[in-house]
């Protein structure tokens, strides 16, 4: 049987069974945190394994678990962030529609771009756009389209 003196001297053993908790741990939560602190445990067991002294196991466990952390999560965060829905839409600013139904001041109407009907309103509210008045697309806002009269105006 295996006591508590025989992993007191075996720190390569200990590290390694950090970086699994480490690793359960981030299994578990999945918040790209735990995961670089298994990192360190895994360079902290290499280093144990060639005979460093304890001070040196500890300082290159923080030091790879702190430089993984700062360096490699934000670029795993944009990777692996599935929680944002991309859409399309945006792709839409800029371009030229028509409107169908009558943009009212400090209200909605309708515009047609690209073959599909969008409710719209004015980027300046209190202007009224009448219907088949060419407009760009400023901006959208939820799911509205922000528009202005285009320069060269009526179709």
């Known amino acids: 049987m295996v006591g508590i003196e025989w992993f007191a001297g075996n720190w390569a053993v200990i590290w390694v069974l950090v970086a699994v908790v480490f690793g359960i741990i981030e299994a578990v939560t999945m918040g790209l945190t735990t995961i670089w602190f298994c990192?360190?445990?895994?360079?902290?067991?290499?280093?144990?394994?060639?005979?460093?002294?304890?001070?040196?196991?500890?300082?290159?466990?923080?030091?790879v678990s702190i430089v993984l952390l700062y360096f490699t999560r934000p670029l795993a965060q944009k990777k692996l962030n599935i929680a944002v829905e991309k859409t399309n839409s945006d792709a839409l600013i800029g371009h030229i529609?028509?409107?169908?139904?009558?943009?009212?001041?400090?209200?909605?109407?309708?515009?047609?771009?690209?073959?599909?009907?969008?409710?719209?309103?004015?980027?300046?509210?209190?202007?009224?756009?009448?219907?088949?008045?060419?407009?760009?697309?400023?901006?959208?806002?939820?799911?509205?389209?922000?528009?202005?009269?285009?320069?060269?105006?009526?179709?």
């Open 39 to 63: 990192g360190g445990a895994v360079v902290a067991a290499l280093v144990a394994m060639i005979g460093a002294p304890l001070g040196v196991q500890f300082a290159l466990f923080f030091i």
């Open 97 to 155: 529609g028509f409107v169908t139904v009558q943009i009212d001041a400090f209200s909605t109407g309708q515009v047609k771009i690209q073959g599909k009907e969008w409710t719209a309103v004015s980027l300046d509210r209190a202007l009224t756009i009448e219907e088949n008045t060419k407009v760009v697309v400023r901006s959208i806002e939820g799911v509205k389209l922000v528009v202005e009269p285009s320069a060269d105006g009526q179709q």
